[in-house]
Structure formats: C-alpha cells, structure tokens
C-alpha cells in the first residue's frame, strides 16, 4: 500500500499568511494526488486534483505543485475561511490513502 | 446539483450487522463510479471501498475486506455499504462519494454529510 505523510500536522498562521503544507507517498504516484479541505462537523471539500489542476469554484489563492513522491499546497493570502484541516489523498493505486491531514489554525 | 445523502447508520453491537445507503440525485447514477470513506471521532479520513459505475468493480481496504460489501442500484439511484462483523474500531462518520468524472475515475469530488454508525456493548 502507499502511505502518504504530511507536515507539519499543526500550522498556526495569521490572516494574510502565505502558508505550504507537505504531502509525501512512500513511492511514486505520478501526479495522482488531490487535496480536500474539511471543517468541523462538514464533509470534505475538494480543492485540487492531478496534484496542481484547481477545482472549478476554488479560490485562486489556493495552489498545488510537485510529482512523484513530494507535493505541496500553497494558500497565498490566508484567509478567514482557510482556517480548516487539510487532507492529500492519493487515487494512483488502491486503497486510496489519505494524509493524516493538517490543521491550520488561528496563531 | 448533486446531493448523495446517507442513511441507516445507528449504534450496533459489535459483531453485529448494518447497512448503510446512500440516495443520489442530480446526476446520471449509473455513470460514476463510488466509493465509502469514514472517520472516527477527531481522526483522519480513511477510503475503505470503490464500485465502478460499468462494471462493478469492487475494491476494499484492507480493514474491512472481508467483512463489508458494497453495492449499488442504478435503477434506484442508490449506493449500499453491507457492514458484518462489525468492531468498535468500526465507529466512525461513513461518507458517500461521488467520482469526479464518468467512467473508471477513482478521483473523489463530491461527498455527502455523513451518517454516523457507533458499535458499542
């Protein structure tokens, strides 16, 4: 199975913020990776797929870039409503894992 | 608009039974593939089964192969997840979820709001 790690599993930040969050896969998934956001009590939300294709809808702050193994989110100008946890899920080969996420909070 | 809303969840015994639906609309149902994702209380998300809209393919995780099944009804525009031998490590939020795109896309893009299933003594 491919397992996919993120960091840091804390950000603490401030509105205005540039702020990048890590997601590795233990081999190599091409650009197979998507980034969800999710808030209390709600479902995911999806915001990039193929690793840097932003979702129709999302905000242009939101970026995505890497390959292979190493992949990174970019929010550009943090946000009031990007206080969120944020998830990487590859979708390259079954089971289709899921980063422990990250928490981006009020500094 | 897509609107996938689970039902049947509930608390259950462990080693107890549970089937969970989900009802989708606003969408050609038969054209997508769909998948079941959970989270327990304050955890991550975990992907734990796929169906093909064509063919039927099925996948698993491996927590739950074995013990559930999922399923769908196109001609009710439904999706089920059969849940046997359920363990409290089974307690989570279940999701439905809809494929990005026609065909074999194993891209999640829109989920429902959940339904809670606690196994519990």
């Known amino acids: 199975d491919i397992q996919m790690t993120q960091s840091p599993s804390t950000l603490s930040a401030s509105v205005g913020d540039r702020v990048t969050i890590t997601c590795r896969a233990s081999?190599?998934?091409?650009?197979?990776l998507a980034w969800f956001q999710q808030k209390p009590g709600k479902a995911p939300k999806l915001l990039i797929h193929t690793a840097s294709t932003l979702e129709s809808g999302v905000p242009s702050r939101f970026s995505g870039g890497g390959s292979a193994t190493e992949f990174t989110l970019t929010i550009g100008s943090l946000q009031p409503d990007d206080f969120a946890t944020y998830y990487c899920q590859q979708y390259s080969n079954y089971p289709f894992t899921f980063g422990p996420g990250t928490k981006v909070d009020v500094e | 608009e897509v609107q996938l809303v689970e039902s049947g969840g509930g608390l259950v015994q462990p080693g107890g039974s549970l089937r969970l639906s989900c009802a989708a609309s606003?969408?050609?149902?038969?054209?997508?593939?769909m998948n079941w994702v959970r989270q327990a209380s304050g955890k991550g998300l975990e992907w734990i089964s796929y169906?093909?809209?064509?063919?039927?393919?099925?996948y698993y995780a491996d927590s739950v192969k074995g013990r559930f099944t999922i399923s769908r009804d196109d001609a009710k525009n439904s999706l089920f997840l059969q849940m046997n031998s359920l363990r409290d490590e089974d307690t989570a939020v279940y999701y439905c979820?809809?494929?990005?795109?026609?065909?074999?896309?194993?891209?999640?893009?829109?989920w429902g709001q959940g339904t809670l299933v606690t196994v519990s003594s």
């Open positions: 606003g969408f050609t149902f038969s054209a997508y593939s």
């Open positions: 081999q190599s998934i091409t650009n197979w």
């Open positions: 979820a809809r494929a990005a795109v026609t065909g074999a896309s194993w891209l999640v893009a829109y």
């Open positions: 169906i093909s809209g064509s063919t039927s393919a099925t």
